[in-house]
C-alpha cells in the first residue's frame, strides 16, 4: 500500500497590483514595514525587496522589456586628434543611473544581452 501526502505549496504568487499595494502601505506616515509584512503574513525582507524594486521601477520586470530609445543626428565636426575616430554604426545604449554601453553594429547580441543583465544586477 503507498500513500502519498500532499500539501499546499507554501509560498503565495503575489499579483503586481497586490505588491504595489502593500509597497504602498508601508509609505503612509506612522507605519512600519514589519507591522505591514506582518499583517499581510510576509517576512519584512520581502516587503523591503519589493520597496527597493518599486524604486528602481523594477518591481514587476519578470521578463526583458523593450526600452525607449531615440536616434539623434551625430554632430558634423572633426574629433580632437587625441581621441580616437568615430565609427559608423556605434550604438550607446543609455541604462540608467549614470551608465551608458557603446557598442559597435556588429555585436554579438548573446554577449551584449550577458552584458546588460550583469550591469543592470549591479547596485
Known amino acids: 500500500m503507498k500513500i502519498e ?3 499546499t505549496e507554501r509560498r503565495r504568487r503575489w499579483s ?3 505588491k504595489l499595494r502593500i509597497v504602498e502601505e508601508t509609505m503612509q506616515p506612522g507605519v512600519t514595514v514589519t ?3 506582518r499583517r499581510h503574513g510576509l517576512a519584512p525582507s520581502v516587503v523591503f525587496t519589493w520597496r527597493r524594486l518599486a524604486r528602481e521601477g523594477r518591481l514587476g520586470d519578470v521578463s526583458p ?3 525607449p530609445v531615440e536616434i539623434a543626428p551625430v554632430p558634423a565636426q572633426t574629433p580632437p586628434a587625441a581621441s580616437p575616430p568615430r565609427r559608423p554604426g556605434l550604438i550607446e ?3 540608467g543611473r549614470g551608465r551608458r554601453i557603446r557598442v559597435d553594429r556588429d555585436v554579438d ?3 551584449l544581452r550577458r552584458v546588460l543583465q550583469v550591469v543592470e544586477s549591479l547596485p
Open 93 to 95: 545604449i543609455v541604462l
Open 5 to 7: 501526502v500532499l500539501g
Open 16 to 18: 503586481l497590483q497586490d
Open 65 to 67: 522589456v523593450f526600452m
Open 35 to 37: 507591522e505591514v509584512a
Open 109 to 111: 547580441a548573446e554577449a
